[in-house]
């Protein structure tokens, strides 16, 4: 086992990841999480821009993890004994500009509209993605956790680049969410 660490810290070296987290979620954690993506970021990207860019689209991707997590089920049918939502997020530097990683856990029902909606913001370019932002806010219609459907959205725009995303199924119940969005200068 001592040996698969240096292994990891070679690997995360190779990929320049600045932060991996993987476990439960907290609103304290977000918010650690979100002052040490602030720090590391002023020490290796100079231009302001860039660095609010990508703290907003870290932070999104953050509350998105917190708020949109399925409670998984064990075989049994009981819910697994946990108050906060599980997930991963990793945060890496590229040649391209960072790339933001997200994982969690999903209820299988909710894949299709996610999908069609990803796929949706996809085909969009800045001025649409725009407008659609401005629309989906003016519907004023929520979710049953919350959300509009602004998230996506939003990061979208403030990346400049297609959102990348997979389903992985899990069981009948629940599938493994995955984004990437990169952000580029």
């Not at 990929?15 to 002023?42: C, H, N, P, W, Y």
């Not at 800045?126 to 929520?142: K, S, V």
Request: hydrophobic share 35%.
């Amino acid at each position: 086992m001592l040996d698969r660490i240096h292994d990891l810290y070679d690997e995360l070296e190779r990929q320049r990841v600045m932060i991996s987290f993987k476990g439960s979620l907290t609103e304290d954690l977000i918010t650690a999480l979100l002052g040490l993506v602030e720090r590391k970021m002023q020490t290796i990207e100079p231009d302001q821009r860039v660095r609010k860019r990508v703290f907003n689209v870290v932070t999104e991707c953050l509350q998105n993890l917190f708020h949109h997590n399925a409670h998984l089920k064990l075989a049994d049918g009981q819910a697994i004994q946990t108050r906060e939502p599980h997930g991963v997020v990793m945060i890496a530097q590229n040649e391209q500009g960072y790339s933001v990683l997200t994982g969690n856990f999903m209820a299988a029902t909710d894949v299709d509209h996610l999908k069609v909606h990803l796929d949706r913001i996809n085909t969009l370019g800045p001025d649409e993605l725009r407008d659609l932002y401005r629309e989906t806010l003016a519907d004023g219609q929520f979710s049953t956790k919350g959300g509009g459907g602004l998230g996506m959205i939003d990061i979208a725009r403030k990346s400049g680049g297609k959102l990348e995303y997979g389903f992985v199924p899990y069981d009948k119940d629940n599938a493994f969410f995955s984004l990437n969005v990169n952000v580029t200068p």
